[in-house]
């Protein structure tokens, strides 16, 4: 039976007492408690000391063993002073090319990318040359006071990321003491008033979208069928260009991204609008690469900042995340179409922990629905393109006829 903070007080007998996973309290005869860890390590028993109760609580003796048995995973006995003293020598760049690598299989290509170069520009300059075990809150800060306010979104995940390498090595055994990248009760008290506010992407004023939209369909290339895709479906960015025909069922009208590329690892099916049917159409892959927006070489995904160069080049000052923005403030004052249809759209988690138990179903007809909607919104042509376009082709037909008036034609 495991052990608790209110029973071992009463312990009254001296002996040793075990918790689990190899965790004892031992009681002396004059009643102190201490905590020992016995484990196996190359063929020899080993009792590490933990420290004593109550002292060490049982939850804080848990997380000790828990840290142990990590380095014994590895082949490290905590006992052994010449392997726990090497391990003090791991560097910042080291640990988090270590973690990176980790959880790489776990991640998005995209995420895992962004994770090495914000190391590289912004963390690896200042202190990827530093033991882990020696970085405290003065090392922290220079990386993140010169970004906090001018790139916020970077400084917050950078700080995030931080800490979540220092969290893993102390649990490694290369370093204690509490994180100098916890943000609550420590950096909050030093950067600036608070938390860095961040700044949502650019997005497009839904009401300039159709216009938008017949610019782009001009546009030729890959990039530009991407951007009209990510448009109508409502996807992020990483999600579309690496979107593969094998996904698409062209009888049901839907694509099927899997887990392991949705920002909230759930599978998340896409209703397909008529609109973006016709776009898959327009690609010209099908048949000739696994992937429905390739770059030049038909195996390998486009470059990541192909969407964006894209609307750069279009004078356009919006993201191409920023597109979602666009479809949601559309979606909530334009139509009415339920509020969690629409985050569903979005692949957003709706309703508390309870209710999702309840709700089986991924209410994809009624996203077909809200699809087919922002579909015909998008591509249809707006009024004052048109009468533009009836202006322009009266002027011209003016100026053949020896420059009568458009009025007049």
């Given at each position: ?307 964006r160069r894209l609307l750069k080049k279009m004078d356009m000052d919006c993201t191409p995340h920023g597109f979602r923005a ?84």
């Open positions: 039976m495991s052990l608790s903070q209110t029973a071992i007080p009463k312990i009254s007998q001296p002996g040793r007492y075990q918790d689990k996973n190899g965790l004892y309290l031992n009681v002396t005869e004059t009643l102190s408690k201490n905590w020992v860890y016995r484990y196996q390590i190359n063929g020899r028993r080993r009792d590490k000391g933990l420290g004593s109760f109550p002292e060490v609580s049982v939850m804080e003796a848990r997380k000790k063993l828990a840290e142990l048995k990590a380095l014994i995973a590895r082949g490290i006995d905590p006992l052994d002073e010449k392997q726990m003293a090497s391990l003090q020598m791991v560097t910042f760049e080291e640990a988090a090319r270590s973690f990176i690598e980790r959880y790489r299989a776990a991640w998005s290509p995209t995420h895992a990318a962004q994770w090495a170069s914000s190391m590289d520009n912004h963390v690896y300059p200042k202190i990827g040359n530093l033991p882990v075990n020696k970085i405290d809150t003065d090392d922290i800060l220079p990386v993140l006071e010169p970004i906090w306010r001018t790139i916020p979104e970077t400084a917050r995940r950078i700080r995030n990321r931080i800490e979540q390498v220092l969290d893993a090595e102390k649990t490694l055994g290369h370093r204690d003491g509490p994180n100098p990248a916890r943000w609550r009760g420590h950096l909050q008290n030093l950067l600036d008033r608070g938390y860095p506010v961040a700044v949502p992407l650019e997005s497009l004023d839904y009401h300039l979208l159709p216009a938008f939209w017949q610019r782009l369909d001009s546009e030729e290339g890959r990039a530009a069928r991407c951007l009209q895709f990510l448009i109508l479906t409502g996807t992020r960015t990483n999600e579309a260009m690496a979107a593969r025909w094998d996904e698409i069922d062209f009888e049901r009208m839907t694509w099927t991204i899997p887990a392991e590329r949705m920002k909230n690892r759930e599978r998340h099916v896409v209703p397909l609008s008529e609109e973006a049917m016709q776009v898959l159409k327009e690609t010209g892959t099908r048949g000739s690469s696994f992937l429905i927006f390739p770059g030049r070489n038909l195996d390998k995904l486009m470059a990541d900042n192909s969407l666009t479809f949601r403030t559309w979606a909530q004052e334009q139509t009415k179409h339920e509020s969690e249809v629409c985050e569903a759209a979005l692949s957003h988690e709706v309703g508390t922990a309870v209710a999702k138990r309840y709700m089986r179903g991924n209410q994809l007809e009624k996203r077909r629905l809200l699809m087919d909607d922002w579909g015909h919104f998008a591509t249809t042509t707006p009024r004052h393109a048109i009468v533009q376009a009836a202006m322009n082709k009266a002027y011209s037909r003016a100026r053949k006829h020896g420059g009568r008036s458009a009025a007049s034609l």
